[in-house]
């Protein structure tokens, strides 16, 4: 670390919170002098100090002298996507590591920050799609499959008692209905359940956890349960 930067991060400890604008923008001028000599770990140490007293005047500073293809712009996007996760304004957060993400698609770092907020915000599908990504990078990541593995078990539970609350319906069902019925339940074992147990089989080799050991006893339990009415 360079004695500037240095002796700006020390001096953290002695101003206010309320730092005065011009005091950032001299940290913001310090950005841009280490951009123009390459300085790319020097620009994101003081851009972090800035986005710590300001983080809407280091937006706008990222936004309009940093360009895209500056190798520090990753690290700050980053930095602003953690900022705002840290204080719970999750569509900043989502937006800063969509951002990220869709210049650095195959960084699983920044695929987890993004996936992580698409699961707060409620975006499922999104998230799914966003784990794929990961598995499809790293199929040992414990936290793609265990998102995979919950995510279609909870699909196959569904469709399960969906057919199950159909089949009711029927008061004295026929052999012909009854063959219908079971084959319906194998496929949705062969589909979702069986893609529940081959990501959660995974994450318990990773990490042993109880959840997971329960849920592939369920799913033992559909399985031993339509070989035993074959």
Known sequence: MNRSVFFIILSLFFIPLNMPAQTVDNVLDQVTAALEQSHWQEADNL???????????SERYLN?????????????LMYLGDYFRRTRNYDDAYSYYKKLVAANPKDI?????????????????DALITYQSIYNIDENNLSANIFLGN??????????????????????????????????KVQIYNTNYKRSKKYLETAS????SAEVFKTLKKIQHVEDEIQRNK
């Open 47 to 57: 851009y972090r100090i800035a986005v710590d007293v300001d983080v809407f005047r």
């Open 64 to 76: 309009d002298k940093v360009q895209d293809n500056s190798p520090a712009r990753p690290s700050m």
């Open 205 to 208: 080799k990773r990490f042993p």
């Open 109 to 125: 770092n920044y695929l987890l920050r993004l996936s992580e907020m698409e699961v707060q915000l409620g975006k499922e599908s």
């Open 151 to 184: 995510y279609y078990f909870c699909e196959a539970e569904k469709q399960m008692n969906e057919l199950y609350n159909e089949h009711q319906k029927t008061v004295n069902p026929t052999r012909i209905q009854l063959s219908a019925y079971h084959d319906q």
